[in-house]
């Protein structure tokens, strides 16, 4: 799969030297679930960790993606080198996109200090998970500085990646009403920072205190987000919101809580993928154990319960049937 | 567990009678995981499938209890008999709630037609949703006539317990931005009939043909949810939003989609319930299984890779360690 041009170890130095191809190409053997991948996050994986990561989440259409390439932008006017990862359906990072947004990218594809990458969601969701781990850590052993990681969110945990970053960052607009419900009926997880997006509009001032009131709810103040205004397309209040999530990146640092924050996501993660890879062993047991598949058969006729057929697929899975 | 008074026999001709006290006293046997729960389950299963079962999603603050709650009223105008089963956290149904929705409860509550229950979110979201789909076969098998069940829905399954219902309502309010994105780009599933709630606010109107246009983008008509606003409060609508419920499922069953789709909705939930239990697992093994615990400490520790400690911990959830 590597072609003669890559071997194994030809990847691994290359990634660990911060050679974008073989980043990419890495990448699509990761996304290709090729066996040399896994083996070479294994070699690549004691040179990550370097990297401040952040998760960038928020209802569709607030502007993400817009947001993410203006803070590209800055930071990489701090002179610090900067990834991107992608895993948003909606996303013009991950759906192809206007024009605008195209430009706006394409500037950053030139740029050598700067790795964007879109997952697909060609695989399940339980795939992509994995998949989107395996990007994250190489492109943090590649060496960039920092690195952005896009996930839509609308609530809960579907997309479950957003949670291995070191800082998350919600991303609302004016017309995010469902959102701030979800934040409100603690449905939502409180982030690190939150951002009203599309400042401009006449309501941003509106949900911007809206917003405050609920966070100032939380007795504890130090888990208290900032809040800011922006406008992504215009950079307005971009810098604002990268000093934000530093600080609080900092702030975290020095508490000691980065590093708790790291083992707890990092278990997570391990939980997370190891439950996505027994629900593909379940998906292969409904199909491919006969008599799994007789068992679901008779539930739809209402001649065996549901209950007892999980159990006879949790057998077969856990082999013990 | 089942006290003197009611042995398991007794529960399950209760609960097949449709003795309230029965129903209630098995659905607590349930989420407290007692064993004989499972056994009535199974007992009463092939007297389920009766029930026209109406899953009611939305972002929460929507006004999906209030809707219900007048649903609920509605149908027993029409002389038939109904069960609720709520899992919104946010709910009030489930939360305790404001003093008009507890008065418009109470009045169910004394309605022996009317069969209203909360699923706690005491256990972590897999045995809640293993102990929704018990208790709406429980109430489905104590013959109601009409079931729906409430959960809280921002987009993608959550709470994966919504797919086992017959139709699919989907409430928004007029500040409903997100959920109306999230259909849009195509990550929110097209329910069958969609609801602007609290249609008296100035932006009901534009949310209503907001929603309309996006529907009207599916080639295939048939699939074209209905789309209509209420007043849940003042019961606005609400004999029209019934109307389009049991349209919707009538056209199912007419072309012999209703059959086919309880087929995959029982199939689904086998799935999800057994990906609940491995979840369950795993979690053990992780605290439980010394050499997997042990593994997940070098991950945090950068010693060892994320999915050589996820390998370990299927291994041990699958007895091939």
Chains 1, 2 share one sequence.
Not at 107 to 122: A, E, K, N, Q, W
Not at 281 to 296: N, P
């Amino acid at each position: 799969m590597t072609g003669p041009a890559w071997t194994e170890d030809a990847l691994v130095a290359g990634v660990l030297a911060g050679d974008r191809r073989a980043l990419a190409r890495t990448i699509s053997l990761v996304e290709d679930r090729a066996p040399e991948a896994e083996s070479i996050v294994r070699r690549v994986y004691p040179s990550t960790g370097r990297a401040a990561s952040v998760g960038v989440t928020g209802p569709p259409g607030v502007g993400k993606s817009s947001l993410v390439s203006a803070l590209v932008r800055h930071v990489r006017g701090l002179e610090r080198t900067v990834g991107v990862v992608s895993v948003d359906p909606s996303s013009p990072f991950t759906r192809g996109a206007l024009l605008g947004d195209r430009i706006r990218l394409s500037d950053h594809f030139l740029d050598p200090g700067v790795y964007i990458r879109s997952m697909g969601t060609r695989g399940h969701l339980g795939g992509l998970a994995e998949a989107t781990l395996q990007a994250l850590l190489l492109v943090d052993a590649s060496g960039k500085d920092v690195v952005f990681l896009e996930t839509v969110g609308t609530g809960q945990s579907e997309v479950e990646v957003i949670g291995i970053a070191d800082v998350v960052l919600l991303v609302l607009m004016p017309g995010s009403g469902d959102a701030v419900q979800a934040l409100k009926a603690g449905i939502m997880e409180i982030p690190d920072v939150i951002v009203v997006n599309k400042m401009d509009h006449p309501s941003a001032q509106t949900k911007l205190q809206e917003v405050r009131s609920i966070v100032a709810l939380d007795p504890d103040r130090k888990r208290r987000p900032r809040i800011l205004l922006t406008d992504a397309l215009r950079g307005e209040g971009v810098p604002e919101l990268w000093e934000a999530l530093v600080t609080r990146r900092a702030e975290l640092e020095e508490r000691g809580e980065l590093a708790e924050r790291r083992q707890r996501n990092l278990s997570g993660e391990v939980e997370t993928l190891a439950v996505a890879r027994l629900r593909e062993r379940v998906r292969e047991a409904m199909v491919g154990d006969a008599a799994v598949g007789a068992a679901v058969e008779r539930v739809t006729r209402r001649e065996l319960d549901p209950l007892t057929a999980v159990s006879l697929v949790v057998d077969s899975v856990t082999g013990t049937g």
